[in-house]
């Protein structure tokens, strides 16, 4: 069985473009996003990385690091972040790491356990090896994301994913569709429309089941 919401990531100890990471270390009190792609020198994961590149600024301001996680070597890493900047205008600076051995790839069930990959392998040997998890403080497991290799991600919606993590991060709020920061949200049923206003402000009585309040954020 695949990891879970509320599930604890794993830990693991890699090689990166930023030295050896142990990632429960690494994350420290910080959310987390774990991303990853099939290969090096690939044409959507290099748009992908460097969507990333531009948007580290808005990471940090959100108290969050991201972490590429890729079947190739560091100094494969090292040669393609070049590439990455160039395509993007901007530095990558977060870290890649090493998993060449695939170890995070199955820990974190991107493959089968028992995926044959050879020497040599394409993009199409680790097709399954796309994929977003949000890591809390907590290190568990808050969001996760799979695509197929013929779409990109969409790391607009990611970040907006985030904020929404974040905002309902230990408070009795949901977010509804489409939701982004500074629009209402919705007030949990556990808590009565009495207590809410006491507590919240003014609720918004939609239906029964659908009250929301003014975001606090």
Not at 5 to 12: E, G, L, V, W, Y
Not at 87 to 96: K, Q, S, T, V
Not at 127 to 138: K, M, N, S, Y
Not at 193 to 209: F, R
Request: charged fraction near 20%.
């Amino acid at each position: 069985m695949g990891l879970r919401i509320n599930d604890t990531a794993p830990d693991f100890t890699a090689a990166s473009t930023a030295g050896e990471l142990s990632f429960h270390d690494w994350i420290g009190d910080s959310y987390a996003i774990l991303f990853s792609h099939p290969k090096d020198f690939t044409p959507v994961c290099t748009t992908e990385f460097g969507a990333v590149a531009q948007l580290v600024p808005e990471f940090t301001k959100r108290n969050t690091k991201v972490l590429g996680v890729s079947v190739d070597s560091v100094e494969e890493h090292v040669k393609w972040k070049n590439d990455i900047a160039a395509f993007a205008g901007a530095p990558a600076d977060f870290p890649i790491i090493d998993d060449t051995s695939l170890a995070v790839a199955k820990a974190y069930d991107m493959l089968p356990a028992d995926a044959y990959l050879p020497d040599g392998r394409t993009p199409a040997h680790s097709a399954t090896v796309r994929t977003v998890f949000i890591i809390g403080p907590d290190k568990r497991v808050r969001l996760t994301m799979t695509y197929p290799m013929s779409v990109g991600r969409n790391f607009a919606e990611i970040l907006r994913a985030l904020d929404a993590v974040r905002a309902t991060d230990g408070v009795p709020f949901a977010t509804p569709a489409n939701w982004i920061p500074g629009e209402d949200v919705i007030l949990a049923l556990s808590v009565s429309t009495e207590d809410g206003e006491a507590k919240y402000g003014a609720v918004d009585v939609k239906l029964p089941y659908l009250r929301t309040v003014k975001f606090q954020g």
